[in-house]
């Protein structure tokens, strides 16, 4: 996939252009690229994603800015998944954000040569939101490319946000968090030295850095998988503060289910959640503490067998 500085390569083809945050690459999301994947094939556009490097909200409405779904290289790795041919990320910052929709036309879709430009229902740009659809269309007939609106993707009527799967998450209800997202939702890291206490109990934890990328559920213990080396194992997943046994930041670790051989130091990981098997909860004594994660693993194992 090629990242866009600017314009365009003199020698790659004129593009289908997708605009959007692209902050879940949910369903809704994916049915927008889906569509877009598909117009630049059928009309021999390079398929290309305009989009922004941080939510608006960080010039727009400081004080509420969501912590992201995902990061910056998983969003780029579901986009070379999905098949685009070219990256656009522009700097939201509060030049972009006051730009009139005719400058914002001008200085980003006219050097991608778009020819085709889609966007989501009831798509808004511009400064304050001025420009909707219907201006988006008659500076295409300007400037030479088409608009194509796609409607949201529903689950029961309602439409599929961000915000609602962040929601889910945070409720720990990771199973409709991943219908919502078309995949398993995961976390990516590398693994770094902890205080080996799960070893010591006899259940050894890859300890995920806290700069992993992928927004934690709700604190607890979750069945899933860890991908190593290109391996994917069964795994049961912490996440939590561990104050049963001191008070430390919030962290994922990561227990390979029938597996204390692994090295994963200074590896990079992904962890999946697949079932919550319990939410958090607090232990008086290590062997009490022994004795639930003993339950937990064999939960998590029982779930993904499943």
């Keep these: 996939m090629f990242r866009v500085l600017g314009e365009l390569p003199a020698d790659f083809a004129d593009s289908a252009v997708a605009i959007g945050k692209f902050d879940g690459v949910h369903l809704g999301h994916q049915q927008l690229l889906h569509e877009l994947v598909e117009t630049a094939e059928e009309l021999g556009l390079a398929a290309t994603v305009l989009t922004f490097d941080r939510h608006p ?13 995902i990061g910056p290289s998983q969003r780029i790795d579901f986009f070379e998944s999905l098949g685009i041919d070219a990256l656009s990320i522009l700097t939201f910052d509060k030049v972009l954000a006051e730009l009139s929709p005719e400058e914002f036309v ?10 085709v430009v889609l966007v989501g229902q009831g798509f808004r740009f511009g400064a304050g939101g001025r420009g909707d659809v219907v201006q988006l269309k008659n500076l295409g007939t300007t400037h030479g490319f088409q608009v194509r609106e796609v409607s949201h993707v529903e689950v029961d009527g309602h439409k599929i946000s961000t915000s609602d799967i962040r929601a889910l998450l945070d409720q720990g209800r990771v199973e409709v968090a991943n219908m919502l997202l078309g995949r398993l939702h995961s976390t990516v890291g590398v693994v770094e030295h902890g205080r080996k206490l799960g070893r010591k109990l006899g259940f050894p934890t890859a300890n995920l850095a806290r700069s992993s990328e992928g927004y934690l559920p709700a604190d607890g213990v979750y069945a899933g998988y860890l991908t190593a080396d290109g391996v994917r194992y069964p795994a049961a997943h912490s996440i939590g503060t561990n104050d049963s046994i001191e008070a430390v930041p919030r962290l994922l670790e990561s227990h390979v289910i029938g597996r204390d051989d692994l090295d994963l130091y200074g590896k990079t990981v992904v962890c999946e959640y697949v079932a919550q098997v319990r939410g958090w909860a607090k232990f008086d004594s290590i062997e009490t503490l022994t004795g639930q994660i003993a339950a937990d693993v064999a939960r998590a194992k029982k779930l993904l067998d499943e």
């Design 57 to 69: 909200n960080f010039v727009l409405d400081p004080e509420n800015v969501p912590k992201p779904l």
């Design 106 to 115: 001008s200085q980003y879709l006219v050097p991608l040569r778009a020819r």
